[in-house]
């Protein structure tokens, strides 16, 4: 399985479409998150933290740079690694859609919102 993911990743970064994010402090990685992107949408793979930084929630802080970066270069959704909503609802969270991250700004945010709860989606 190593040897695929490290090949697939070589292919994608050729073609421009695999990338990588990290947050650094004082030069040492504390936060890291790597995926594909194709035609608009970021496929979120692996996600990671440095444990002694805990309690300052690098990840979040890197996943919210992360998705300004991905709607500002065009990316049109972002569909976060396995497990989110798992993770969401372990602490005590309710897993929910952002239009934010979906790249819709302005008014399409509420045009966005009223299309999915007419067609009966959770917006």
Known sequence: MGRFLEDSSA???AQGKFLAFRLEVAGQSIAWNVGAVDRGRYFEQ???FDREYTAYSPG???AILMARD???SGATE???GPGINDRKR???GKPAVYDRLRGYRGWFRAIAALHASWEGRAA
Do not use: T
Request: net charge negative; charged share 15%; no cysteine.
């Open 11 to 13: 292919l994608l970064a």
């Open 90 to 92: 372990d602490l005590g």
């Open 46 to 48: 692996f996600i990671s």
């Open 70 to 72: 991905l709607i500002d």
């Open 78 to 80: 972002i569909e976060l």
């Open 60 to 62: 979040v802080l890197l």
